[in-house]
């Protein structure tokens, strides 16, 4: 056989033989947040439906495609809420603490809730997450109100997304910490304080909505005005990037906190389910979400931050 007979039949070899492709890497994420839906004023109600095609969703400033789009609805859907309260507060919080265990004992049957301190850089649960909310209410005490015994609330957010204390991945996580949100280890305010951001990532990740009551601690906010805004700017950053509501008053302890526990209600009785998929570079990330809702009449939280995964391929 000569050389052209050669390179003939080797191309009708190549020609016959099945083709092996590496399967291709998918360039899609899938990701999913809690938006909290409200009557842009107090007292109007909301439009009598809401829907997908009132939603524009980028993801890293790229379009997103809206793969699912409901509200929550008692009792079918749960939520899991930590209520964590910084170990460094005043004792002067005992005067709220009449009112937090009403904010507990009315939460509605589909609410399991679970008391923590926040203590040297941990969240330090008082008991296990229940559905008993007058056991819970139980487990409440005053803080040890000794400067610095929290580390950073930062810290603490960060060790309870990393322990969250179930493993039920089809319910709302929800937070409301009690601190001045003062960051011990950078005490000057710095939007982009390493500690703080640490945190927001691990929120995202655990997929945790968190809301603040401002409360000073222990001889350490009230020494410098700037310290204290401070604290309160950060508590702000951490709630918008995931969806919450940071509650204060000025710079000092409000007088009661049942104005802010009644609002938390009403934003979790308010909550979407917000399902969607953007492109994503193969690995799990952190990437920025950007929500307009259409409906007119209306305002919306939602996450800043969201945790995405590679879509599931489907054969």
Known sequence: MNYRNIVFSTALLLAAAPLYCQPEATNQGQGQAVVTVLPRHDGDPLPVSVTGQDLSVKVNGKSAKVTAWAPFQSPHNGIELV?????????????????LEHFISTL??????????MQNGRAVPAGPLSADHAQVSGEL???????????????????????????????????VMVTDGVDSYQRQFDPEDPYVMTAIGDAARAHMVVYSLYWLSQGRADLNPAIANGGQSLLNEVAEA??????????????????????????????????????????????????????????????????MTPAVQHP
């Open 242 to 307: 995931t969806g919450g509501r940071s509650f204060w008053q000025g710079q000092g302890n409000p007088v009661s906190f049942e104005p802010y526990l009644d609002e938390l209600t009403r934003r979790l009785r308010n909550q979407y389910e917000l399902g969607f998929t953007a492109p994503l570079n193969g690995k799990p990330a952190v990437e920025t979400l950007k929500l307009k809702l259409s409906a007119p009449g209306t305002e919306i939280d939602t996450p800043q931050q969201v945790y």
């Open 108 to 117: 509605p049957p589909n609410v399991k809730i679970a008391v923590a301190y």
């Open 83 to 99: 209520l964590m309260i910084d170990n460094s507060s005043r004792a002067s919080l005992g005067r709220q603490m009449e009112e």
């Open 141 to 175: 005490h005053l803080p040890g109100g000794s400067m610095g015994s929290d580390a950073s609330p930062y810290f603490c957010l960060s060790d309870l997304a990393k322990n969250w204390p179930s493993h039920d991945a089809d319910v709302r996580r929800e937070v």
